[in-house]
């Protein structure tokens, strides 16, 4: 049986901090045409290529509503989205795709 679609609502950053928030409907896919600059002009541009907050949903109207309400917000509750969890700006893409070392317990 295939998995229903999920959608989500993301926020890329340069190391500079320069934000780009945007919709998908395969966030993997769509983060790594981000990191290889296949993109739209701004994150290339501004070389937005980390992936700092996101949020899934069932559905695509919820997911552009949220779209439509973090792109009103101020920058500085945009900043603070994503520092509720991810204090230091990493990159929540960064281990996706990599092998899973197994755990062995003797």
């Known amino acids: 049986m295939k ?5 989500a609502t ?10 780009y928030t945007g ?19 701004f994150t290339n541009e501004h070389r937005c290529t980390r992936l700092v907050w996101y949020q899934v949903f069932d559905s695509p109207s919820a997911a552009i509503a949220r779209e439509k309400q973090v792109k009103s917000w101020r ?23 990599k092998p899973i070392t197994p755990l062995i317990i003797q």
């Open 10 to 19: 993301y926020i890329m950053a340069s190391r500079s901090r320069v934000l």
């Open 3 to 7: 998995e229903p679609r999920r959608y």
């Open 75 to 97: 920058r500085a509750k945009r900043i603070a989205l994503i520092e509720e969890n991810n204090l230091g700006w990493h990159d929540l893409s960064e281990e996706w795709g």
């Open 23 to 41: 919709i998908t409907n395969d966030i993997v896919v769509r983060t790594r045409q981000h990191k290889s600059r296949q993109a739209d002009s």
